[in-house]
RNA sequence: GCCGCUGUGGUGGAAUUGGUAGACACGUUGGACUUAAAAUCCAAUGGAGCUUAAAACUCCGUGCCGGUUCGAGUCCGGCCAGCGGUACCA
């Protein structure tokens, strides 16, 4: 008795990979085309891997096999995103060095990623917290401040009390840190800044040629947010040498601009207050600057603001209007000031409704008295001496009135980006040191000899508490000299973000141990772009937009010879929890149906199992009943207890099976969710794929596999499924690619005899979803070698064509019957039409009507079109 | 609110350019093997109707309403629901 055991297949495989170096990379030989496909590395957490990083570990690793099969040399490398708050925490709460923490969980990591099989070349591994990387990541970031694109500012930032931090606009969601949930409030601080708005318009227009999916550059091109319009300079009453400077998409409505808003912390707010005010408006900025960015943006849209009693001249009517103070305006876009139009424009109708502003309608088309009209129209009530918009649509308009500002030197045509400048600072431990020391003269760059900076020993991880990192309060190590003058100095004691490391790591994977600069340059111009890149859609913006940014740069400086690092990006969905059933009980202990709870019902959750309940319609109910429960998966969670380990999946069914379910739950792309029956399922396929090849009685090769010259129906059979599933690989479908590998076996299982021939190529294409069985079964076949650089059988037209071909036969759109003509005939639409007419079964339908016409489309269909 | 994506059996999902909806799996039911179970194998399986039963047949069916077409899951218009992103960006 031998039945298929992946717990002794899979780890001599692993063995005999990673033994022999099978995956290596071999850089010398140039000759063949490269392929390099890219996994976002993981942060390797305490918990270890979930079953979302196979889902798109597991697809490049079927591209990768793939194109090795295909002549492709292919480099494939996996590392470790391993600076991070994490380990940083535990080393607060625990005292452990985060550098300890970090090695055991790689350690953890990179077992259960090669108990997956996973063709990488680990000869390639990086690290982020590797002083030998990190001196790279330094290096790059003195090119950045070379350049000018790094410089330290005041900035609000996201102060974050619990965890002692600032954290980054993308790490604050609704006004709590991402980690933990933590409340963050703003606080101005000294900061280093990356100038990433210097390449808003080359990130927005480089987008186009990449194959990315849409959704992705949508998002980018929206963060991005470039808006085109013009400057526009207002002069004061009794302020002769200051102007309120704004920014405006809306040029075209200059005459309507009634009056005019400051942000609370725009300069010219004191200024412009008059003794009057000044009380009302002192105390309206205090409360404004206490409020956090979620209250400020709450929800609730209610305008608040005060009148500074200054007032402005509007450059088009000569009108004095009045400026206001309200925090509707945000410093940080634009210039902190707006020209307020209420006639056409949502937030300042609300504003000048609340407070009585005059509403003025310069465009034609809406009823302001209702609304702000944002449409498209006609210009009205807009005209002066010198120049008139009456009558010209909005985007004449606009080009009108802008010349006009240029003429009078007020103004100007001009562009803004909702991109701001990456804040680019941590109060943290465990991250990158900046190579920077501070003298007399201010910040000054270390020369690159220096590096790489290195992380001093701590006594305690936590932060200083006062916004300062840990690395603040080791005097030694802060306490420096400036190699160039022998003067005293000190250390920057901020450090990089977790962005940091990620933003180039598929650079240093092309030459990880290279030592005279990050990359290779050779070796680059042979690897570089990424022709695949793999991972999950939270990165849509951030990593990818960051990444993108930094390439570029590395390409400015000649280090890099494309202009964009990632050319394909693929985003896996991600993987649920298994579908869970819940019916609600109000506080009397009654079912009370699904659809009529809403946040102020006071209900219980009953978790049911799946034959305590039944389908109505399209809900699910109480089996029996008519009440209505609720049915969805969730994401997993710690909390909800629906995390599935991967360990435990392997060990139940083997790597090959996790593998194997992974692709065939449904299109990478999509979110999906986790079934442990649907593992069953396909554990069922490769032990039938087992039996195929080998006799269970015996353990040995099964008699019916033997030399012997392939039918016509298996040569069908084999050439359609290799069409199939290569057409499949390309296409990134791999679910369908695993049904066409069904379809073989099931056919296979039945035959008496099972060529050689045939099953060897079978197996050349199940190996790359199921490679320690592929191999074993390659093996049993009497190869001596791995398969993992056999060539990919080339499909062959000539075996799929059939002797005859099946008609379905509608009428009036309905199938009717159908119809075998051979394939001599098929296309002759007398003898298919013939045939079809004599069909019994649509016969009947034409005694009963009058035939009025007849469609044949040649290899398609028949179709008859009766009344009567 | 705005932008994007997705709606197909009990479940996950298939379905080239519009051409036999439900491939392949899961689950369920029945059967075979077995002392029994597991494993395995075979068969049935969208819903409703008709029929003693079977075969055959009929009608309905891809979120909803309408349109184009000989023919629509697929194309067009209008909605609805779920998910993701974003949110006073001037």
């Known amino acids: 008795m031998s039945e298929y055991n992946p717990a002794s297949i899979e780890p001599k495989w692993q063995k005999f990979w990673s033994e022999n170096k099978t995956f290596k990379t071999d850089d010398t030989d140039k000759s063949k085309p490269k392929y390099y496909v890219l996994d976002m590395f993981p942060y390797p957490s305490g918990a270890g891997l979930h079953v979302g990083h196979p889902e798109g570990y597991t697809a490049t690793d079927i591209i990768a096999r793939y194109k090795r099969m295909n002549g492709f040399n292919v480099l494939h490398p996996m590392g470790w995103d391993a600076f991070g708050l994490p380990a940083e925490q535990y080393a607060v709460k625990t005292g452990t060095h985060p550098k300890i923490t970090t090695e055991r969980n790689i350690e953890g990591f990179r077992r259960q990623l090669q108990a997956l099989g996973f063709s990488y070349d680990w000869d390639r591994e990086v690290n982020t917290t590797d002083p030998a990387y990190f001196k790279w ?12 694109l790094a410089y330290q500012a005041d900035v609000p930032v996201n102060w974050c009390p619990e965890l002692g931090t600032v954290l980054a606009n993308e790490e604050v969601i609704d006004g709590k840190s991402e980690v933990g949930g933590f409340p963050v409030v703003r606080k101005p601080m000294r900061q280093w800044m990356l100038k990433i708005t210097a390449y808003a318009e080359r990130l927005l227009n480089d ?11 949508e998002m980018q091109r929206n963060w991005i947010g470039k808006s085109t319009g013009a400057d526009i300079s207002f002069s004061l009453v009794g302020i002769d040498n200051k102007t309120i400077d704004v920014f405006t998409t809306r040029p075209d409505t200059l005459f309507g601009a009634t009056y005019m808003v400051l942000s609370p912390e725009h300069p010219l707010v004191e200024e412009l207050t008059t003794s009057e005010q000044k009380n ?28 500074t009693g200054g007032f402005a001249i509007n450059p088009a009517t000569g009108n004095q209007i009045p400026v206001w103070v309200a925090d509707y305006v945000l410093m940080s876009y634009g210039t902190g000031a707006i020209m307020a139009v209420p006639g056409h ?7 000048a409704k609340k407070f009585g502003i005059e509403i003025v309608e310069v465009i034609e088309g809406g009823d302001i008295n209702a609304e702000a009209f944002t449409g498209d129209g006609v210009c009205v009530n807009s005209s002066n001496s010198e120049v008139s918009l009456d009558d010209l649509s909005v985007s004449d308009a606009k080009k009108t009135i802008i010349n006009w500002l240029e003429e009078k030197g007020i103004g100007s045509g001009s562009i803004n980006y909702k991109l701001r400048d990456w804040l680019f600072s941590r109060q943290r431990y465990w991250g990158e040191p900046f190579p920077i020391i501070h003298t007399e003269d201010g910040p000054k760059p270390l020369p690159t000899s220096e590096l790489p900076i290195e992380l001093p ?8 508490g006062t916004g300062e990192s840990p690395l603040a309060t080791i005097e030694e190590w802060v306490q420096t000299t400036d190699p160039e003058t022998g003067k005293p100095a000190r250390r920057e004691t901020n450090t990089m973000p977790q962005w940091a490391g990620s933003c180039w790591y598929y650079l240093r994977y092309i030459d990880p141990d290279y030592t005279l600069g990050p990359v290779d340059p050779e070796k680059e111009k042979y690897w570089m772009p990424v022709d695949l890149y793999v991972g999950g859609a939270e990165h849509a913006v951030l990593h990818l937009l960051y990444a993108r940014f930094w390439h ?52 219980e959750s009953v978790k049911l199992t799946e034959d305590q309940v039944e389908k109505k319609g399209d809900r699910f109910v109480l089996k029996g009943t008519d009440t209505g429960i609720d049915a969805r998966s969730f994401k997993m969670s710690k909390s909800r207890g629906n995390v599935i380990n991967p360990d435990d999946v392997v060990e139940k069914y083997g790597a090959d099976a996790l593998r194997l379910y992974e692709m065939f739950m449904g299109p990478l792309e999509q979110v999906k969710p986790w079934s442990m029956s649907g593992v069953e399922g396909v554990n069922r396929f490769l032990k039938r794929v087992y039996r195929t090849f080998i006799d269970d009685k015996t353990g040995k090769l099964h008699d019916a596999v033997k030399e012997a010259e392939p039918s016509k129906a298996q040569l069908k059979a084999l050439h359609e499924t290799i069409k199939k599933v290569s057409e499949d690989i390309d296409g990134f479908r791999f679910n369908t690619a695993i049904s066409a590998l069904m379809i073989f076996n099931n056919e296979a299982m039945r035959w008496d005899v099972r060529p050689v021939s045939i099953m060897k190529d079978f197996l050349l294409i199940l190996n790359p979803f199921a490679p320690h069985l592929a191999e074993e079964l390659w093996q049993a076949l009497g190869n001596e070698q791995t398969m993992s650089y056999e060539k990919w059988p080339v499909f062959e037209a000539k075996y799929l064509v059939a002797d005859e071909m099946t008609y379905a036969v509608q009428v009036n759109g309905k199938v009717r019957g159908q119809i075998t003509v051979s394939m001599d005939d098929h296309k002759n639409k007398d003898v298919v039409l013939g045939l079809a007419k004599a069909e019994p079964s649509v016969r009947r339908y034409l005694d009963a009507g009058t035939l009025i016409k007849e469609i044949f489309v040649p290899g398609k269909i028949v179709n008859l079109v009766v009344k009567g």
Do not use: H
Request: proline letters at 3%; hydrophobic letters at 35%; charged letters at 35%.
């Open 137 to 148: 990541t330094q290096w790059i970031f003195l090119k950045l401040y070379e350049k000018g």
């Open 457 to 464: 020993e701590v006594k305690q991880y936590k932060p200083s």
């Open 207 to 217: 987008l186009e040629m990449l194959d990315w999916p849409e959704s992705i550059k």
């Open 345 to 351: 424009d949502e937030r300042d109708w609300e504003f």
């Open 552 to 603: 570029k740069v590395l390409y400015d400086c000649g280090v890099v010879s494309t202009p964009e690092p990632f050319m394909k990006l693929v985003n896996q969905g991600m993987i649920l929890g298994e579908m869970e059933f819940t019916a609600f009980k109000n506080t009397a202990g009654d079912y009370v149906d699904a659809r009529e709870i809403d946040e102020n019902t006071e209900v």
């Open 280 to 307: 009302e408006v002192e105390a309206y900025i205090e409360k404004a600057a206490l409020k956090s960015d979620l209250d400020r943006t709450d929800l609730n849209k209610d305008k608040t603001g005060v009148f």
